[in-house]
T-cell receptor, first 116, second 114 residues
């Protein structure tokens, strides 16, 4: 089946440092790819997405490019802030059952801590 | 708009006890989901409901039952809790008219089974 592999954390950076969180996937077709973020004590929320090869998703200074040739969707930010401290999940859309419903398949998550 | 709400926020159970986790959404979404989150394992789908009146098993359904009470509410029941069910449980919903991958998550229920 489809799967998502993320770099293991935790990741600790100083404010204004460059961030990369690696994500690779295994899929039989051409899935849509997502990054979700979970701030402390909250549920997950969508950060960005890309639906086809070479698409770049971006939001709040974060970017990720859908690379079909390397089956990757790495998350980057040029200058992190303390408020970016959270857990980041890479995910892809899989097919659910035999109908048209879809299911998100998540990676294991990467904890990011940004120090002032 | 409250979005997705879950109750309770935290619960401690003894092995063998039962409980129901409640979830409600006010976004008129068709699909709802229950996930569990365990350290190092990301989120795993327990059950989902693609529309009112339907429910289906996800990746890890054993030990759980669900009820889609109406379009707004989707509950998760543990009939006989086990320590392996200690986890954080998230409910989510999506519009699913043309599934976009955007799910809206509740704040979670932290469950400890002793």
């Amino acid at each position: 089946g489809n799967s998502v592999t993320q770099m293991e954390g935790p990741v600790t950076l100083s404010e204004e440092a460059f961030l990369t969180i690696n994500c690779t996937y295994t899929a039989t077709g051409y899935p849509s790819l997502f990054w979700y973020v979970q701030y402390p004590g909250e549920g997950l929320q969508l950060l960005l997405k890309a639906t086809k090869a070479d698409d770049k998703g971006s939001n709040k200074g974060f970017e990720a490019t859908y690379r079909k040739e390397t089956t990757s969707f790495h998350l980057e930010k040029g200058s992190v802030q303390v408020s970016d401290s959270a857990v980041y999940f890479c995910a892809l859309v899989d097919r659910l059952g035999s109908g048209s419903a879809r299911q998100l398949t998540f990676g294991s998550g990467t904890q990011l801590t940004v120090l002032p | 708009n409250a979005g997705v709400t879950q109750t309770p926020k935290f619960q401690v159970l003894k092995t063998g006890q039962s409980m129901t986790l409640q979830c409600a959404q006010d976004m008129n979404h068709n699909s709802m989901y229950w996930y569990r989150q365990d350290p190092g394992m990301g989120l795993r789908l327990i059950y989902y409901s693609a529309s009112e009146g339907t429910t289906d098993k996800g990746e890890v359904p054993n030990g759980y039952n669900v009820s889609r009470l109406n379009k707004r509410e989707f509950s998760l029941r543990l009939e006989s809790a086990a320590p392996s069910q200690t986890s954080v449980y998230f409910c989510a919903s999506s519009e699913d008219a043309a599934y976009s991958g955007r799910e809206y998550f509740g704040p979670g229920t932290r469950l400890l089974v002793l």
